[in-house]
């Protein structure tokens, strides 16, 4: 049973940062891309970074910038530093990755259950 479970997420006041963290556990094979997406209420979620096993990254336009996300591949860990945050980025985020597990074959998208960030005025 593969699990994502994030950290990090709270209240921040506008120019702050977070550091948001996701860790995939379980009989894990291999993780491709990993990743972080948010959905601000009343909008559809939206891709905030991406990185892929290798490294590569993408951010989307938002937050170019601002935000950095990186992995440590031993740890299957993938972590978002959010940094001079604005009201709106305010949104659950939510962990994702492309995970190989038994009994699949290939990778199939997981995801966490979501942390809250605020930011205020």
């Known amino acids: 049973q593969v699990q994502l479970v994030e950290s990090g997420g709270g209240l921040v006041q506008s120019g702050g940062s977070l550091r948001l963290s996701c860790v995939a556990s379980?009989?894990?094979?291999?993780?491709?891309?990993m990743g972080w997406y948010r959905q601000a209420a009343g909008k559809e979620r939206e891709l905030v970074a991406s990185i892929s096993s290798g490294g590569t990254t993408n951010y989307g336009d938002s937050v170019k910038g601002r935000f950095t996300i990186s992995r440590d591949n031993a740890k299957n860990t993938v972590v978002l530093q959010m940094n001079n945050l604005k009201p709106e980025d305010t949104a659950v985020f939510y962990c994702n990755a492309t995970i190989s597990a038994p009994p699949l074959r290939g990778h199939r998208a997981y995801w966490g259950k979501g942390v809250l960030v605020t930011v205020s005025s």
């Open positions: 379980g009989s894990i094979v291999s993780i491709g891309d």
